[in-house]
C-alpha cells in the first residue's frame, strides 16, 4: 500500500455552493484513506452548528435560487450535506476541528454544534496538522 | 473477465462523484485479501477516478470495460 497520505483544509464559508466541495473532497479523501482534518472557522463554524449543513443558502443574492438548486441536486442522486457528513464519519478518516475564537466571537458554545465535531482548537493545532499536510485548501 | 470471480457486486449506475468511490470503500472494507469487488456505474468520471481510488488505497484495478456509457470495474481487494 502506498503511504497514507493526510489533507488539512480551513472551511472559511458556511455558503452551499462552498461547503458542497468541502464534503465531497472530504468523503472521497476518506475513501481513499487519507487523514482528513477539517477545521471550520468564521462563517464555515456555522456549519457546524445544530442544524447549520440543513440550512447553509447559496451566497448573496443567489441565495433566492437555494432551493431550486437543491433540487438539481437531489435529481442527479447528489446527496444532501448531512448524508456526506454520515459518509465522512462511515470512513473514520475524517476529523471535524471547531476554531475556539470563532465560537468566543461567536458566542457559540460546545453544546451548539453537531455531536461530531472531534475537538475545539486553536491556530497551533490546525498549523501541526497542516504543515506536514499533502493537501492544504482553503475554503 | 470470464475468469475471474466476483465476490461482491457494486452496482452504481446513475450515481455521480463522490458516491461510487463512497460505495467502492464502504463494500471494501469487510472484504478479505484477494477477493474481487465488480463496480458498475455510468458516471464517466470514474474512469479516471476508480483507479485514483485504487492507486491511493493499495487495491488494484484487475480490467475496466465500457459499452454504451456503462462502465465495469473488475477490483482485488488487497
Redesign the interface.
Known sequence: ??ER?KMAIIVHSGTLDKLYPVF?LS??G?????DVHLFFTFWGLNAIKKGGLESAKLPGIMSVGTGMMKDKIKK????TLTE?LA?CR??ENVKLYACSTTMAIMDVKKDDLIPEVDDIVGAATFLDIAMDADVQLFI | MANVKVDVDLDCK??????P??Q???ATKNMKPGQVVRLVATDPGSVRDIP??A????NKVLESSEESGVFTYLIEV?
Open positions: 500500500m502506498s497520505k465531497m468523503s472521497t476518506g475513501a481513499m484513506d487519507a442527479v442522486g447528489t446527496p456526506l459518509m462511515s470512513t | 446513475g450515481m455521480f462523484c463522490p458516491m468511490i463512497v467502492l470503500k464502504k485514483a481510488w492507486s491511493k488505497t493499495g488487497s
